[in-house]
C-alpha cells in the first residue's frame, strides 16, 4: 500500500500478468477493478458495469472502449464515459508501475461529493 494526498495505491498485479488489448480483473482493497493495457498505458475502470453490474473486465476491448458482456454497452476506459448511454459513467482510477508491479489508486475520500 502507498498513500498519496488523494489516494491509497494497491499492488494488483505485475506487469507481465496483462496482455495488451484485454481486461484484466484485479483486487484493489475490497473492490473488484478492470485493468486493461491500451498502446502500452494502463487504465482501470470499476469492474461491475453501472449499467447492470456486468463484468467490464471479460469484455471485448476496441481501442480505448471496452464493452460490457452483458448489453455490449462501451464504456471509454480513459474517462469513464458510456458512448452507448451517456447518462451512465464508470469510476476511474489512476494507475501507476514500479519496478514491474502495477499499482491502482483508490481515493482516500469516500465523500460522494
Ligand atoms: S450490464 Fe453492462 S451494459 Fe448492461
Known amino acids: 500500500m502507498d498513500v498519496d494526498s488523494e489516494h491509497t ?3 494488483v498485479c505485475r506487469e507481465e500478468e496483462i496482455q495488451e488489448n484485454e481486461g484484466k480483473l484485479v ?3 475490497t473492490k473488484k477493478l478492470a485493468l486493461f493495457l491500451v498502446e502500452g498505458q494502463y487504465y482501470c475502470i470499476q469492474n461491475f458495469c453501472p449499467h447492470a453490474g456486468g463484468f467490464l473486465a471479460l469484455g471485448p476491448v476496441e481501442g480505448f472502449i471496452v464493452r460490457c458482456p ?3 454497452w462501451g464504456f471509454d476506459m480513459r474517462s469513464g464515459a458510456c458512448k452507448t448511454n451517456p447518462r451512465y459513467e464508470a469510476n476511474c482510477y489512476p494507475v501507476k508501475t514500479q519496478d514491474g508491479e502495477i499499482w491502482v489508486g483508490l481515493p482516500n475520500s469516500t465523500d460522494p461529493l
Do not use: L, S
Open 9 to 11: 495505491f494497491y499492488k
Open 27 to 29: 483486487h484493489a482493497g
Open 70 to 72: 452483458r448489453h455490449a
